[in-house]
């Protein structure tokens, strides 16, 4: 059976055609609503990107700050949409891809200081209401700076084998036998926020000691701490609810932030929902020892009594001398697991540069500590260090003067 179209007919069919393809482009290039945008930026405050991705903050999110690395300099690129130096003329599969494999639109690799081997855990649905809430930037021209690494490293196809090697693609798995909180605390500590990024030491090739993930790693001049089951040196200690406030509000009873952790924490973790931190929280508190305490020979008695010394000339005012401080004003000594860390390097930072209480919506009240690098010598501050990572019940590998030494020239 024939049908017969006539020009009428013709002319309701285009007409049906026009409507039916408005329809599908108007769905196709919907703008995104306000509760993915919402959400988006949630997302974007857990998983730290401004921290990275802004080195003006009048230009938020426009890239060019140098990221430090073993092998040389990484300098993070413009998120916002401009379309010829920003992510603007990137499709939604472009950002996906770029995201959670590391390849970016033109088929180039990125670098692990990208965090893509973290963030390969992530939905796309939540990849993309990040780039729903970047997409609502202020567009900024903001070229990309190349890369300063030693050879061979500037060499990106070197990338490709170490992918093979050491990037394992796929979303994050959950665990049916934990509870909704510890999930949500493992896809954001595994994923979203990437905290084996500076808390899970790195082999010669820059990644991760999977066997002791979240067991403690050089990260510049600071040194961050094992986030772990490890009684003295890690968070066995610590209650998820003492977790929970050092994240909301940058100090506890235990410890106060410093450092690049002081950052995250302004920037990120004090933004984030209650249900989150608490995540995180129960998350980490069930994370065994990745490896063992280091066995410590404690000073001999000479260099603790030097040591002790300076102690009772310039830190006991606030410490105590007992080493109790004033928690959560100034954080107390006995027990502080950062403080008794194999590496040194935050504790020296400290001393020698003092220490900024950060202000958070939690915690508005601020602290001081000067800084005693132009009053000690290399020989006292290795002195007072070892008193302090060993009294009270503390138990911290001795530093020496080369290693305070050492620490001034990073300055």
């Known amino acids: 059976m024939r049908t017969i179209l006539t020009g009428s007919s013709l002319k309701g069919l285009a007409l049906a055609c026009v409507t039916l393809c408005s329809a599908v482009a108007s769905v196709a290039f919907a ?27 009048a230009k938020p999110f426009a890239g060019g700050k140098p990221i430090a690395t073993p092998f040389g300099a990484i300098y993070a690129p413009n998120l916002t949409p401009d379309r010829d130096t920003g992510i603007g003329a990137w499709t939604d599969a472009d950002f996906v891809r770029a995201v959670r494999t590391g390849i970016a639109p033109d088929g180039s690799n990125y670098y692990p200081a990208f965090p893509y081997p973290y963030f390969t855990k992530m939905t796309k649905d939540d990849t993309l209401a990040i780039r729903a809430y970047l997409g609502t930037l202020a567009s900024v021209a903001s070229r990309n700076k190349p890369p300063e690494l030693r050879w061979p490293f500037g060499y990106r196809g070197l990338m490709r084998v170490w992918n093979a090697m050491y990037f394992k693609p796929g979303l994050y798995e959950p665990d049916q036998s934990k509870s909704a909180a510890w999930n949500r605390g493992g896809y954001l500590v595994t994923g979203l926020g990437h905290c084996g990024a500076c808390h899970t030491p790195k082999n010669y090739f820059g990644a991760d000691k999977s066997a002791q993930a979240f067991s403690g790693s050089e990260l510049g001049d600071w040194y961050a701490p094992r986030l772990d089951g490890a009684a003295r040196t890690g968070l ?32 990120s973790t004090s933004k984030m929902s209650d249900a989150d931190v608490r995540a995180i929280a129960v998350y980490l508190k069930s994370l065994p020892s990745a490896r063992r305490e280091t066995i410590v020979t404690p000073p001999v ?82 002195a007072v260090t070892n008193y302090i990572r060993n009294s009270w019940g503390n138990a911290g590998p001795l530093v020496t003067p080369a290693q305070v030494a050492k620490a001034r020239k990073s300055e």
């Open 236 to 267: 066995l200690s610590w209650s998820a609810e003492d977790i929970a406030e050092y994240l909301q509000s940058g100090r506890n009873a235990r410890s106060h932030a410093g450092g690049p952790m002081a950052e995250v924490i302004v920037n």
């Open 31 to 57: 703008e995104p609503s306000p509760e993915l945008i919402a959400y988006g930026k949630t997302l974007v405050e857990a998983g730290d990107c401004a921290g990275c991705h802004t080195a003006d903050p």
């Open 301 to 382: 008695e000479p260099e603790m009594k030097a040591g002790q010394a300076v102690y009772a000339k310039l830190c006991i005012a606030c410490h105590e001398a007992d080493g109790s401080g004033a928690p959560r004003i100034y954080p107390p000594l006995p027990g502080n697991a950062l403080l008794q860390s194999i590496n040194p390097s935050s504790t020296l930072r400290v001393i020698l540069d003092g220490a900024h209480t950060v202000t958070t919506p939690r915690a508005p009240n601020t602290g001081e500590m000067p800084g005693y690098a132009k009053q000690l010598s290399n020989e006292e501050i290795a």
